[in-house]
């Protein structure tokens, strides 16, 4: 045991290096602060009636009628007790707080892949820094994105399993791809994953064409066959996971429309072309690789009162602190948190290493990095991303398609590592190396010079909708002259913000420089020229980050649940209606795009960003221009939250129209189209009237059908995914349910025996009941998610074998390696 630990210890100190790191820069978590993150709060608003459930019976419901008047928790919250992962994900969050947890993860798998590189440990953690402290690594964790950063953090350990089995380790690899491929699809971001599969593919082809060229077709077809099995063991193990999830994308956003788009006859699948769009990385943008402010920060970024729209402002007799207020940015994208920075000595490395690094490696990073950045371009350079938008399987499933940086973040600093490697020992090898270093001093050094010296020559520092900002500003002041001037004087500040990061990242090109023209004239040793360098790159990207994630993004955890669903007079007014499944409109939001709502009530908005189609299509015929009264009916709206004339205080429409939770109809009209029934409910009585789509016509009886005469209806048991009535009947009756048809696991019983479910009103349940005094039973059994359930359980038991078998194979190995030696 001592003998492991001393061969180890230089692994346990950077582990310890790295706790160091996270603690220093999170000193406010480890003092039991919490982060401010929006998209987090928001998601926990909508998973409260979940853990409420949770609390109270002790197992997580699989429905959730908090948002949208209904859904699957597969994309909210849910337990998976049977996924070894889940276990591992809570022990660790449960050692470390958020967000060191994710920083530490993101450190430890980087460095993993840098140890299976061959990497010597201290420059392999210098690797870990240059990619975990990347910029929108940490944005995203200040954003709330959550399941995001864990799958960030989870792609460089995958990578290292799969280059342990091309070369040869074929065991270890399998074991360390299921495990870490096993958490990444754990933590549920399946973008991530899709855009890190489509750099493993470039490094597969070219294996493929090595394996060709070199007559080792045989060993490269043994290491996919152990990736294959290592990746079918990770899925297994997700399968209550993947298995519903997949079922219900077919019937959300990302699946396929129920009606064609507007202006358009053709039915799509996927999301639009627009919407997968919308976040494109501007050509000229990358430049904030290099220069973080090049294109004015983000949304945090703001004018001070020395800045010279604020000089504007004051000459004018306007506060200067309102120069906070004006937009910094000056992209394309509609808006951005931050720029994407690598770190200016990094990009110096990555550039070198394009010329001095040598082997297949090389070329996969180079290739795959050069594919993601094309794809990040979208509407900008769509040659490349329309040919994956129309034709690559699931591309167009995805949105914000600047998110392909995310591989960038990794494979940008692997190629620079390898390159400070290669100087370390090769150095004398490489051909003509002072000029390869010159060169790239003066190309990437150069560039940064010219933006400090002359950054109008290059740069515009106008967005294309800069007139008309101007006109914006002018009928907002009365004033044209001045709006020009305060735009003249923002272009200014944008140049002002170019020209000092350029600066700032001229002065760490120059350190990073220095230090590699030490150690090409062997003027300074391997090991402090490693030292410095990664605290070069760590001051670099640290003062970058804490323009993002400082400590003032933490608050005290009780003052932030106050500040964020505090309890309004509304909210207590309407809680006091104790009927367990009515449902809220609060308008006083963006009732489709925040969850706050869904914190306290049933809420017929709410805030995900794959929701049922059929749902979204209702919000864009019924709700986008005018509010559809009687859908908000049918799906027992009672209580509409609005603010008054002066936009103060809150007040409540108590809806007496609402429907209620059940009820019978005196008429039903077959549909011949999905078009033909939303159109129906455009206007009608949803009491009286139900639209039935054709493909129903065999599940109804229409001779048995009646009136329903003194019929009554009533909801006597509540949970979201098991809901219980009682209702009398003198014959066979239609019942209309305001809830949210979804066909995938929800079955019906009366008085214990099952039958259909039908869909009325475009997305409501409904059924034919028979006449007579009986119990109804709604209950969410999706056998996708039960099944998954037993092939996960059997799935991680034999992926804790897989690593016990590997581990008994290392250990067994080194002893007969220590052993006594025959002859």
């Not at 947890?101 to 061959?118: E, Q, R, T, W």
């Not at 990347?134 to 864990?150: D, L, R, V």
């Not at 009365?478 to 944008?494: C, H, I, Y």
Request: hydrophobic share 45%; aromatic share 12%.
């Amino acid at each position: 045991m001592k003998t492991w630990f001393n061969n180890n210890s230089t692994h346990f100190a950077v582990i310890g290096i790295f706790i160091a790191i996270c603690f220093l820069y999170f000193t406010p978590a480890w003092q039991g602060k919490v982060l401010y993150q929006q998209d987090v709060l928001l998601a926990q608003a909508g998973q409260k009636e979940i853990l409420d459930i949770k609390a109270r019976d002790g197992d997580m419901p699989l429905w959730t009628n908090s948002m949208f008047s209904g859904m699957p928790t597969y994309q909210v919250l849910m337990e998976l007790p049977c996924n070894v992962g889940t276990y591992i994900m809570r022990g660790f969050k449960a050692i470390f707080p958020h967000p060191i947890d994710v920083v530490l993860l993101y450190l430890l798998g980087a460095y993993l892949l840098f140890s299976v590189l061959k990497i010597r440990p201290w420059l392999a953690a210098v690797g870990a820094i240059t990619f975990a402290f990347s910029s929108y690594n940490f944005i995203y964790i200040e954003a709330g994105h959550a399941t995001k950063t864990y799958a960030i953090a989870f792609m460089a350990p995958i990578l290292a399993g799969i280059l342990l089995a091309f070369r040869g380790k074929y065991l270890w690899g399998a074991v360390i791809l299921a495990f870490f491929m096993m958490l990444e699809i754990r933590v549920n971001h399946v973008q991530v994953t899709y855009y890190l599969m489509l750099a493993v593919l470039v490094l597969c082809g070219i294996e493929l064409y090595h394996a060709i060229r070199e007559k080792r077709l045989l060993p490269f077809g043994k290491a996919i066959g152990y990736q294959l099995i290592a990746v079918l063991i990770a899925v297994a193990v997700n399968a209550s996971l993947l298995w519903p999830t997949y079922e219900y994308s077919k019937e959300s956003i990302r699946g396929q429309a129920n009606l064609p788009a507007e202006g358009s006859e053709k039915v799509t699948s996927g999301v639009s072309r627009d919407y997968a769009y919308h976040w494109s990385q501007g050509v000229g943008e990358c430049l904030t690789f290099l220069i973080p402010n090049a294109y004015g920060g983000g949304m945090s970024t703001q004018l001070d009162e020395n800045s010279d729209v604020a000089k504007v402002l004051s000459s004018r007799g306007y506060a200067p602190e309102a120069a906070a207020n004006f937009p910094t940015y000056w992209g394309e994208k509609p808006s951005t948190s931050g720029p994407w920075y690598f770190g200016a000595g990094v990009v110096f490395l990555f550039i070198l290493g394009l010329l001095i690094v040598r082997g297949r490696l090389k070329w996969w990073l180079a290739g795959a990095t050069a594919l993601i950045v094309l794809l990040s371009f979208g509407r900008h350079f769509p040659l490349v991303s329309d040919l994956f938008f129309n034709y690559f399987p699931l591309y167009n499933k995805m949105r914000a398609v600047e998110s392909t940086l995310m591989i960038a973040t990794l494979l940008i600093p692997v190629l620079a590592i390898l390159a400070v490697n290669e100087l370390i020992t090769n150095g004398a090898k490489i051909n003509k190396l002072d000029k390869k270093v010159l060169y790239v001093l003066y190309g990437v050094g150069g560039l940064a010079l010219l933006i400090v010296l002359v950054p109008d020559v290059f740069l515009s520092f106008k967005s294309s909708n800069h007139q008309l900002m101007i006109q914006q500003y002018a009928q907002q002041l009365r004033d044209n002259t001045l709006a020009n001037e305060l735009m003249s004087a923002l272009v200014k500040d944008r140049a002002a913000l170019a020209r000092a990061d350029a600066l700032r990242s001229l002065l760490f090109i120059g350190l990073t420089f220095a230090l590699v023209w030490l150690i090409a004239k062997n003027k300074l040793k391997a090991q402090p020229a490693i030292i410095l360098l990664g605290l070069v790159t760590l001051i670099d990207l640290w003062g970058v980050d804490k323009r993002y994630l400082n400590n003032d993004r933490f608050v005290d955890k009780l003052q932030l649940n106050r500040q964020f669903v505090q309890e309004r007079e509304v909210d207590k007014l309407i809680l006091m209606d104790k009927d367990p499944n009515y449902r809220v409109l609060d308008l006083t939001t963006n009732p489709f795009a925040d969850s706050r709502t869904s914190y306290f009530h049933k809420s017929i908005g709410g805030y995900h960003a794959a929701k049922l189609m059929r749902y979204q299509e209702v919000i864009e015929r019924q709700f986008s221009t005018a509010i559809n009264e009687d859908v908000l009916d049918m799906l027992n709206t009672r209580y509409v939250i609005t603010r008054d004339n002066n936009q103060n205080n809150e007040r409540i429409q108590r809806r007496a129209s609402a429907a209620g939770n059940a009820w019978f109809v005196e008429q039903v009209t077959l549909v011949k189209s999905n078009e033909e029934e939303m159109e129906s409910i455009n206007a009608f009585d949803p009491r009286k009237e139900a639209f039935v789509h054709e493909e129903f016509k065999p599940l109804l009886n229409e001779k048995r059908l009646g009136r329903p005469t003194n019929a009554t209806i009533e909801l006597i048991s509540y949970r979201p995914d098991r809901l219980v009535y009682e209702y009398s009947t003198p014959h066979d009756a239609l019942a209309v349910f305001s809830e949210i048809w979804y066909d995938k696991g929800w079955k019906a019983y009366v008085d214990g025996e099952e039958q259909p479910i039908l869909r009325a009103n475009y997305l409501l349940r409904a059924m034919q009941l028979p006449g007579g005094n009986h119990k109804v039973e709604f209950k969410f059994e999706p056998a996708s998610y039960h099944t998954g359930e037993k092939i996960a359980l059997i799935a991680s038991i034999i992926l804790v074998l897989g690593i016990a078998v590997a581990v008994w194979v290392e250990i067994k190995g080194k002893s007969g390696e220590s052993g006594p030696k025959k002859g």
